[in-house]
């Protein structure tokens, strides 16, 4: 069965530092990959997804994340964050094998102070 | 309409009462999901519908979990005899009629269930 992992489970960052947040995953076959996001009292929102193509991904607010298949790994990057990307942030993948269920990882609480 | 919306967004029950969650997909999406998360963990599947299909329930913890979807609207999760470990925030997504590498899944705000 594929599983994905986060390994910080909690970030925090002073405003303009830059982010990298780990996601690995395990299956062998072809996926697609996923971040979401959930700001305080807001529901989870889609940040930037992976499909084909280009292994760099731009999302929305400056994110991105890079697919590096050999290392299963779709890590999130923003050079400089903000006050605002306070929040928890998901990755998710879905193989093509695995029906159209997304397996999420346990999530990373990043906390941007001022 | 507007985005996923779930009903009602918060439910206190008792031990040993059943309880039932809804699900409004957003106009037009023909697949809908349930996801749970448990507090500290991540989001686990429990069940996917698309269109007329069989569902796929392989993430639906025990028998006490059931869910239904008329067609291509509401939907209903319904938890009997609930226990304490069943206490979780309840997730319902939808995505349109795609192919599946085309498929992103929105969210709704969730209902946060807590058994006494």
């Known amino acids: 069965a594929q599983s994905v992992s986060q390994h910080n489970h909690h970030v925090i960052l002073s405003e303009a530092a830059s982010l990298e947040l780990g996601c690995n995953y395990s299956y062998g076959g072809t996926v697609n990959l996923f971040w979401y996001v959930q700001y305080p009292g807001q529901h989870l929102q889609l940040l930037l997804k992976?499909?084909?193509?280009?292994?760099l991904v731009k999302g929305i607010k400056g994110f991105e994340a890079e697919f590096i298949k050999s290392k299963f790994s779709f890590n999130l990057r923003k050079p400089s964050v903000q006050w605002s990307d306070t929040a928890e942030y998901f990755c998710a993948v879905r193989s093509t094998g695995g029906g159209n269920k997304l397996t999420f990882g346990t999530g990373t609480q990043l906390k941007v102070e001022l | 309409g507007a985005g996923v919306s779930q009903s009602p967004s918060n439910k206190v029950t008792e031990k040993g009462k059943d309880v039932e969650l809804r699900c409004d997909p957003i106009?037009?999406?023909?697949?809908l999901y349930w996801y749970r998360q448990r507090l500290g963990q991540g989001l686990e599947f429990l069940i996917y519908f698309q269109g007329n299909s069989a569902p796929d329930k392989s993430g639906l913890p025990s028998d006490r979990f059931s869910a239904e979807r008329t067609g291509e609207s509401v939907s209903t999760l319904t938890i009997q005899r609930t226990q304490q470990e069943d206490s979780a925030v309840y997730l319902c997504?939808?995505?349109?009629?795609?192919?599946?590498?085309?498929?992103?899944?929105?969210f709704g705000a969730g209902t946060r269930l807590s058994v006494l």
């Open positions: 106009s037009g999406h023909t697949a």
């Open positions: 997504a939808s995505s349109p009629r795609r192919t599946l590498a085309k498929n992103i899944q929105y």
């Open positions: 992976y499909f084909s193509g280009d292994p």
